[in-house]
């Protein structure tokens, strides 16, 4: 997988989520790479390397044994792992398959609907399903724009695409070819068995307006997993990294520093 590093010390990866890579996480690259060894990847078909072998399923499971295969190679493991969106589903499963990788896990707004005991097997709301397939039909037929702006106000804010950066929008349209795969590789639900699975500490994090679904899946996380925190970024929204970096960068600090890992303040 590409990646971009930076900074010395204890490794600190970054996970994306969609119609991103790397360049994401450029606010907490420079944030905090003064105390860590800042690692950002972009996940197997994503920008830059777009062109993927033939075989090769976009697969939110095979992501997850990536990412521990990325640190493995590495080298500078275990990692405090950041995931953001459906890289925080995808670190999640990461944490649980491949324990030995990972030291502490950052959820923030992750992806993936909730399996509540006693319900039927979770899936995402009809008119979800019906949102993402038309701003895939848009991005396949051309109008990419309007694909990618339909997508992406609904798992943020309405208007937030219109007001985001030209990076960000860039950033977006490389990737928009990931968006039809990836709607045919629905996340799977979180369950409190596969929660008590994460024995790491975990830090969750949430927008203060983030969409309802984030919320849920944040609260239901902190009471099922053996040693989680939360934090929610006053003000932002599913982006809270972007909007509001320093204290997103603030959150992951202190988890990281109160879990004793020979960092000093």
Same mark, same amino acid.
């Given at each position: 997988?590409?990646?971009?590093?930076?900074?010395?010390?204890?490794?600190?990866? *970054?996970?994306?989520?969609?119609?991103?890579?790397?360049?994401?996480?450029?606010?907490?690259?420079?944030?905090?790479?003064?105390?860590?060894?800042? &690692?950002?990847?972009?996940?197997?078909?994503?920008?830059?390397?777009?062109?993927?072998?033939?075989?090769?399923?976009?697969?939110?499971?095979?992501?997850?044994?990536? &990412?521990?295969?990325?640190?493995?190679?590495?080298?500078?493991?275990?990692? !405090?792992?950041?995931?953001?969106?459906?890289?925080?589903?995808?670190?999640? !499963?990461?944490?649980?398959?491949?324990?030995? !990788?990972?030291?502490?896990?950052?959820?923030?707004?992750?992806?993936?609907?909730?399996?509540?005991?006693?319900?039927?097997?979770?899936?995402?709301?009809?008119?979800?399903?019906?949102?993402?397939?038309?701003?895939?039909?848009?991005?396949?037929?051309?109008?990419?724009?309007?694909?990618?702006?339909? *997508?992406?106000?609904?798992?943020?804010?309405?208007?937030?695409?219109?007001?985001?950066?030209?990076?960000?929008?860039?950033?977006?349209?490389?990737?928009?070819?990931?968006?039809?795969?990836? *709607?045919?590789?629905?996340?799977?639900?979180?369950?409190?068995?596969?929660?008590?699975?994460?024995?790491?500490?975990?830090?969750?994090?949430?927008?203060?307006?983030?969409?309802?679904?984030?919320?849920?899946? &944040?609260?239901?996380?902190?009471?099922?997993?053996?040693?989680?925190?939360?934090?929610?970024?006053?003000?932002?929204?599913?982006?809270?990294?972007?909007?509001?970096?320093?204290?997103?960068?603030?959150?992951?600090?202190?988890?990281?520093?109160?879990?004793?890992?020979?960092?000093?303040?």
């Amino acid at each position: 997988m590409p990646y971009e590093a930076r900074g010395d010390g204890e490794l600190l990866l *970054f996970v994306h989520g969609s119609l991103c890579d790397y360049r994401y996480w450029q606010p907490q690259m420079s944030g905090l790479s003064a105390r860590y060894r800042c &690692v950002a990847v972009s996940l197997t078909h994503y920008w830059p390397a777009t062109e993927t072998p033939a075989g090769m399923p976009f697969s939110w499971s095979q992501h997850a044994d990536e &990412v521990a295969e990325f640190i493995d190679r590495l080298g500078a493991g275990p990692a !405090h792992v950041v995931g953001h969106s459906r890289g925080g589903c995808v670190t999640f !499963h990461c944490a649980r398959r491949h324990p030995q !990788h990972v030291r502490t896990l950052t959820l923030a707004d992750p992806g993936g609907p909730l399996q509540i005991a006693g319900r039927p097997p979770a899936t995402l709301p009809a008119p979800v399903n019906a949102l993402r397939a038309r701003a895939a039909q848009l991005i396949e037929t051309g109008d990419v724009e309007a694909g990618l702006q339909l *997508f992406v106000d609904s798992v943020s804010r309405p208007g937030f695409w219109a007001k985001s950066t030209a990076g960000f929008r860039r950033m977006a349209t490389d990737n928009a070819h990931t968006l039809a795969p990836q *709607f045919q590789d629905p996340l799977p639900a979180y369950t409190p068995d596969d929660a008590a699975g994460v024995r790491c500490p975990v830090l969750l994090i949430d927008g203060e307006k983030s969409p309802l679904m984030f919320h849920r899946t &944040v609260d239901a996380l902190a009471s099922w997993l053996p040693d989680a925190r939360r934090e929610t970024v006053a003000g932002a929204s599913h982006g809270m990294n972007l909007a509001h970096p320093a204290a997103f960068n603030r959150y992951i600090d202190g988890m990281i520093s109160d879990v004793g890992v020979g960092t000093t303040r």
